[in-house]
């Protein structure tokens, strides 16, 4: 077996949706898995054309697409065929649409007791909101964590379009990866009821510490909202660059860089001072452009990174040195699926 492909073997039923789910179908095909994607006939969906399932999406990469009426007898009972011959299920439906198709846990276990069945939904197959819409956005906003982005008195910020439902995804393929070691082991089939506002709100965890810490949604200056040695800066060029010298021995590296002379590294947490900092730091490195900054900082330990596009950080001398993306023939950005596997030998050498 493959060090890169360690669910080798495995055998994965996909039913088509949105977002989360193809990508949790994604990340398991990426580590090996062989991946049967049910799709529907074509132009039967409800999603924005935009969203859309297409041959050459990143989303169906590594799968074997077939196409299935599943509300005709004919296709359920195919589904249900594929189904009885795999490890595992990926569905993305709303609670109680495969169950009205035939093929719910109770249908599918009949099948295939020993069946990892994965669920993707926003909110989880029980509780209030459970039949309702909604979208990433709606699901990060319940947790409460979209309430720690915002500076105190401000509007919370918008994530990345898609935090929670890659968080989802990682968390159902973690979950349905974890039932099928049980399951290889002697124990039972069963349910992954993956839900983003759980799997977020667990993910949030450190947030959590951190505002337990007083360091997030509390009355004093917040560590990461008002601290000058945690922050985006503009650079003279508009480029902008993140520091993040947490630690004293960073902040001081970090100060003896930039040229600082009259400030004191051991005043660092002195929130007192930040204000006036903060303004100080933003001044200076308005003065030159990146390129600058970058040579200066950039592999240091002052923790230090540019703020890079999504085309400058596929060409980044790092993200090029480890493959983390490339570009396919049509021109898109892709990443490669992680974690990496490296031997381990004992004598070394990876």
Known sequence: MSLDAPLSGIHIV?????????????????????ITLIAR???????????????????REGKTIVELDLKAPAGRDAALELIAQADALVEGLRPGVMERLGLGPDDCARRNPTLVY?????????????????????????????SLSAPRDGRPGLPPTVVGDAGGALGLAFGIVCALFDVRGGGPGRVVDGAIVDIVSM???????????????GAQPSLFHDAPFYDVYRCADGACVTIGALEPPFYALLVERLG????????????????????RFADVFAQQPSAHWRALLE????????????????????????????????????????????PLTGDGTE
């Open 14 to 34: 996909e039913f088509e949706g949105l977002g989360p789910g193809p990508l949790a179908g994604w990340m398991l095909a990426g580590m090996g898995a062989r």
């Open 41 to 59: 006939p074509s132009g039967r969906t409800s999603a924005p054309d935009a969203l859309r399932g297409r041959d050459g999406d990143l989303l």
């Open 118 to 146: 994965g669920r993707m939904t926003g909110w989880g197959q029980h509780g209030p909101l459970a039949a309702a819409a909604g979208h990433d956005l709606n699901y990060v906003a319940l947790t409460g964590l979209l």
């Open 203 to 217: 993910l949030g965890s450190l947030a959590l510490w951190a505002r337990a810490n007083g360091q997030l949604d």
């Open 260 to 279: 600082l002379t009259d400030v004191d590294p051991a005043s660092q947490y002195n929130r007192a001072h930040w204000p006036a900092l903060k303004a």
């Open 299 to 342: 592999g240091t330990d002052a923790c230090f990174a540019p703020l890079l596009s999504v085309a400058d950080a596929v060409t980044h001398p790092h993200n090029a040195a480890r493959g983390i993306y490339r570009t396919d023939e049509h021109g898109n950005v892709r990443a490669r699926v992680a974690p990496r596997f490296l």
